[in-house]
């Protein structure tokens, strides 16, 4: 059974780091392509991040570009986003999300057939 | 950026009727080397996760009942509930994995009458 386990997430004030966890199990880790996506208090969905399997392709929202690093140690099953300069906006559950196949490419399969439950990040002083 | 609007916001629907939810992308996202859609949904009740219903416009996950379906074709698709059932109170959203970043639409949230 395939299982995703997020954790990491708490309360940090504006300005701050966070380092998000991802443990998976039940399936060969290495061979898919994982995702972070958020969602705000209320709100829709919002694809963050993602990862191919060998780790060795990233992809980026515009919206934390520079700020937030995706990456995965495909020996310990667990995936990561390390989120620096945090703000008020990055307030959301975060997912870890898996897709079916190894790669992000243009033309890969990049819906998302497991999510973990989430776990909430707040950033507020 | 691919942008991904449905309609309507919010739906309203009796036992055992029927539900259509619309989603519109901003630009194709029919790849023509395979001549598939990148086109996804997904159900989201109260405090759980989202859960993948439809993949590839029209295939269903497994386990999905058959009265989810997908259909359309290029920047128009549908999610149909052809009969309603209780459970399916939920909000649903589109996604496009044609390109990053993945995009999803802002969400509809269907109640029972």
């Known amino acids: 059974e395939v299982q995703l386990l997020e954790s990491g997430g708490g309360l940090v004030q504006p300005g701050g780091s966070l380092r998000l966890s991802c443990a998976a199990s039940?399936?060969?880790?290495?061979?898919?392509?994982m995702s972070w996506v958020r969602q705000a208090p209320g709100k829709g969905l919002e694809w963050v991040s993602g990862?191919?399997?060998?780790?060795?392709?990233?992809y980026y929202a515009d919206s934390v570009k520079g700020r937030f690093t995706i990456s995965r140690d495909n020996s310990k099953n667990t995936l990561y986003l390390q989120m620096n300069s945090l703000r008020a906006e990055d307030t959301a559950v975060y997912y870890c999300a898996k897709a079916p196949q190894i790669t992000m490419v243009r033309g890969a399969s990049g819906y998302f057939d497991y999510w973990g439950l989430g776990t909430l990040v707040t950033v507020s002083s | 950026d691919i942008v991904m609007t449905q309609s309507p916001d919010s739906l309203v629907v009796s036992l055992g009727e029927r539900a259509t939810i619309n989603c519109k992308s901003s630009?194709?996202?029919?790849?023509?080397?395979?001549?598939?859609?990148?086109l996804s949904w997904y159900q989201q009740k109260p405090g759980q996760p989202p859960k993948l219903l439809i993949y590839?416009?029209?295939t269903r996950e497994s386990g999905v009942p058959d009265r989810f379906s997908g259909s359309g074709s290029g920047t128009d698709f549908t999610l149909t509930i052809s009969s309603l059932q209780a459970e399916d109170v939920a909000v649903y959203y589109c996604?496009?994995?044609?390109?990053?970043?993945?995009?999803f639409g802002q969400g509809t949230k269907l109640e029972i009458k």
């Open positions: 039940g399936f060969t880790f290495s061979s898919y392509a």
């Open positions: 996604q496009q994995y044609y390109s990053t970043p993945y995009t």
């Open positions: 590839w416009t029209s």
């Open positions: 990862i191919s399997g060998s780790g060795g392709n990233t």
């Open positions: 630009q194709s996202v029919l790849y023509s080397s395979n001549n598939k859609n990148y």
